[in-house]
């Protein structure tokens, strides 16, 4: 595992807790795209290299 794969279970893992703790639209709203964030550092989806072609 690399950095950015910690960091996005991190997320993940955060993001899951206060979906569970805070019942509010915007703020689930908000978590869910957390988990979303998470889950591209997770698989590696999002890149942090500049490509150049």
């Known amino acids: 595992m690399n950095k950015s794969q910690i960091k996005g279970i ?19 709203t908000l978590t869910g795209a957390l988990c979303a964030i998470g889950l591209g550092f997770i ?10 072609n």
């Open 43 to 52: 698989f590696k989806w999002i890149p942090f290299k500049k490509r150049i």
């Open 10 to 28: 991190a997320i993940l893992c955060l993001a899951l807790i206060a979906s569970f703790l805070i019942d509010n639209n915007f703020i689930q």
